[in-house]
């Protein structure tokens, strides 16, 4: 465990000497920022709408106390989808996607000698393939996350107006309803930290990859269970942090 | 000439190079010879600074590799061209992309339009002018070598290494890509490093002949030297081929000495 901890700050120093010049690698961190951002668009807003309209569902069912303004079924969704479900969700939905196609990719390219072949042509191959990723997916993770929170609060909408558990102007009147900006700067924190941990996380698994095909499953499977792991720690020890 | 002295190296106190000294020759078709797991690709990684050995030097036209300063090891990194066991192509660039890469990272000086005329020079050499829009997926095996070929040319390469070239192909792929490897090798003066464990390729563009076993050096020479050999290991690796069986039966019927055996007509069989 220390061990492997050790060997992930070396790996991550290892990018950081004999960088390539910048128009390269400005070109990958361009390629990559689309291969983790545009094409995940898709997944983040299917799992961000649903979630916004689930928890909107659920909570209008747990509010049967007439005393209870209905306006609270909005002000809940808001603070739950923007502090919690947004950030986090989407981050563990984006460690499956991302983490396992990054752990893959480069586990790929270990055992088919890639790797090696930048290595023999003299390019520092840690910095040329896995330091674009990092940057692009602490780029990328918090535009997807400020996309989750506004999908999820419109799916809440949508479901509560829909099944007419409250009316829009309730639901519009909660959402505005004591609204703490900070949150919003604390999501995204998450956000950024989250993409450093499966961006960093998944990378070290793949380009360490030994072996065969077998070896490059399993790399990935690590990959997201680490990065999934890795995620809900930080996830407590920011909440408890910064909060 | 590539001067490798001494080097050794092992893997959890289990050694794989026993200390091996031998040159690589300029101009020349130098093969590292040897049945599988002697440490031929061991040493290939050591020479061309992919492991770093236990001990021992390697030079290259009298610069050090071994234990010097990065940019020194960086100048000597780009005049090496190596072609990988499976070719080792980037899978999410097209054949062009791939020959053109090393000319984008080390030669940022050079123009789009150079660029183009030399991957396009380097293609047609290795007979793929057509390919270039090609995905590596959707090529063969010979072909991917081929591309592999042109890819380690492309930057003007002073050292070619080869891994196992002719591994995964068929045998009149195999003839054709070894000369190809030969042609290149003395069209443009480069010292090529070839391992192999293929007597085909030994009679066919062995101009120098390194027998590894067990991570030791036994016998070098040349192609013509290899038959006379009295090294019983080598020649028990010889003898072994299924080329100098099929040689050594026509050799019976005809009663001839080993060697005139293996002149052309009876490797044609
Ligand atoms: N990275 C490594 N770690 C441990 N052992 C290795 C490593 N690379 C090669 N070996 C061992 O070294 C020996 C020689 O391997 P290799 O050079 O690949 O043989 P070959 O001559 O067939 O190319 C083998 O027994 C192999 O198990
Ligand atoms: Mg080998």
Redesign the interface.
Known sequence: MVKTFGEFLIFMQSMLV?K??LA?LWQRMLDEAILIGIDSVFIVSIVSAFIGAVTCVQIAYNLINPLIPKSTIGFMVREMTILELAPTITSIVLAGKVGSSIAGGLG??RI???V??L?????NSASYLVLPKIVAAMLMFPLLVILAMVLSILGGYLAGTLSGAMSAQEYVEGIRTDFVPYNIVFALIKSVVFAFLVSAISSYKGYYTKGGALEVGAASTGAVTNSIIAILLADYVLAAVLL | MIEVHNIQKSFNGNPVLKGITCTFETGKCNLLLGGSGTGKSVLL?CI???MKPDLGSITFDGLVFTNNK?DI??EI??K?G?L???G????SMTVFENTE??L???T?EMSKEERRDRVEFCLKRVGLENAGTKMPSEISGGMKKRVGIARAIAPNCTYLFCDEPNSGLDPATSIKIDELIYEITHEYGITTVVITHDMNSVVEIGDHIIYLHKGQKLWDGNKDEILNTTVPELKEFIFSSSLVRAAKKVDEETEGGLAAATSDEAINI
């Open positions: 004999r390539e010049r390269v790929t390219m088919t000698e890639q090696d072949a290595e023999v042509m003299g390019i | 990684q061309v600074g992919l990065v090891k960086q990194r780009r090496i190596m990988f066991q499976g080792a192509l980037f899978d890469f090393p984008k990272m080390l940022p």
